[in-house]
């Protein structure tokens, strides 16, 4: 593994609240920021000014910069406002960004001070979405472990809990719970929940498997309250999302035969599914740029499922435990890179000239021009891809621009 440093090309944590919004339905955001940062979230999340979104930006303006406005009683007036004109939110996220860091303002204090002045209706808590030394995936990471000192504690006679953590799509989310409960595991958990009322207990009877590979300070702070992580690649892909749930049962002392019964039908229809991808991916070369941090085990399903090639797998940073499994999968010989320095590897993308390039979107389009099939790394994240029923719904994501491209080129 080589570790690279220099200029890099991602996103920040802020875009993290483009689908956090959606899943914690009775939760706001609003960002401390600038207008880069209000432009950013508007233009990624894409929603109508009049559908009054769970998110918002207080603009710093340059008398806060300055330092010649009290920053905190703005804000205090801003959020005054906010819970006055929208009775239905419970949860307050406080979100910093580049300029509230510059000016260092405190938002944890201020989340402490305006929680106190508006509990039991509202909690606020706050968390940094800044694009310093950061890239986007982080945002959910921060948000998670925002969370985690607010959960109520379960007793410690409380019998083992499954608890499953990450932003999954309520779709993915139902699905999950269905399997589970045919093993005989009713009672699991989603962090976060779909409401601030509903998020779950945790200690140490509380065994959670991580749905997504993003969220180191989330785990560090679950296991910091007891819990106790379960090592599993992730649900990515039939192969990919079998061994995740299997990781469960076997913690939980689900009865093998009862495994294979209630995994067997829906892992064979998605191998079904993914064969007429496999055709179009099998020997296909992929580079992918860091951005996600999901890098790892997306390559792991495209080697692993679909016979891809890879060229070169870059991902943000490498955490070792949490990616453990599946690193344990990929081809031995992988190049992989943590870290980045986008100019030598726009180099090495374009000595290796590769069938496919997944990258952040300021990448691919000018590899697009230069005549590269992209593939962006950011709808990873906004699409509905853990899973069974999703494994052919990621591969498609890459099969697409393949087609699209020899398309282009007949
Ligand atoms: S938080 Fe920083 S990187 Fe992100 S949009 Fe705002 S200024 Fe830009």
Redesign the pocket.
């Known amino acids: 593994m080589i570790v690279e440093r220099g200029p890099r090309s991602v996103f920040?944590g802020?875009t993290g609240i483009v689908w956090l919004h959606r899943k914690i339905q009775d939760a706001f955001f609003l960002v401390i920021?600038?207008r880069?940062?209000a432009h950013?979230l508007q233009s990624a999340a894409g929603v109508m000014i009049f559908a009054e979104p769970r998110f918002a930006t207080a603009i710093i303006g340059e008398r806060d910069l300055a330092g010649l406005a009290d920053a905190n009683a703005e804000l205090d007036r801003v959020v005054a406002q906010l819970l006055d004109r929208r009775p239905d939110i419970r949860l307050l996220f406080l979100v910093g960004?580049?300029?509230s860091e510059v000016i260092k303002l405190d938002l944890s204090r201020a989340a402490t001070r305006l929680s106190g002045r508006f509990s039991p209706r509202v909690r606020v808590l706050n968390y940094s979405?800044?694009?310093?030394e950061t890239t986007f995936t982080q945002g959910e990471d921060a948000c998670l472990n925002a969370l985690v000192p607010t959960l109520d504690q379960a007793p410690a006679s409380a019998p083992p809990q499954l608890l499953v953590v990450g932003a999954l799509a309520d779709v993915v989310e139902d699905q999950f719970r269905a399997l589970f409960a045919a093993m005989g595991l009713c009672e699991v958990q989603f962090l976060p929940a779909r409401q601030a009322g509903q998020m779950p207990a945790v200690g140490p009877g509380t065994r959670f498997l991580l749905a997504q590979p993003y969220l180191g300070e989330t785990a560090r702070a679950l296991e910091s309250r007891g819990a106790r992580r379960l090592a599993a690649p992730y649900p990515l892909g039939a192969r990919g999302t079998r061994a995740w749930l299997r990781a469960a049962a076997e913690s939980f002392g689900v009865d093998a035969t009862l495994f294979e019964r209630v995994t067997r039908a829906p892992f064979e229809r998605a191998c079904l599914a993914l064969e007429r991808h496999r055709e179009r991916l099998a020997g296909k070369r992929i580079f992918f740029f860091p951005d996600s941090q999901l890098e790892i085990p997306i390559a792991r399903f495209l080697a692993e499922e679909l016979d891809a090639k890879l060229c070169e797998v870059g991902t943000p940073y490498l955490h070792r435990a949490l990616m453990a499994a599946e690193l344990a999968l990929l081809p031995p010989e992988t190049t992989l890179i943590e870290g980045q320095h986008v100019d030598r590897q726009l180099e090495r993308c374009r000595a290796a000239r590769p069938d496919l390039v997944v990258c952040g979107l300021g990448l691919a389009n000018p590899l697009e021009a230069e005549g590269f099939a992209t593939k962006w790394s950011i709808e990873l994240v906004f699409t509905p891809i853990q899973g069974f029923e999703q494994a052919v719904d990621l591969a498609e994501l890459f099969a697409r621009p393949l087609v699209r491209r020899m398309r282009l080129v007949a």
């Open positions: 920040c802020l920021g600038s880069t940062c950013l960004s580049c300029p979405g800044s694009g310093i």
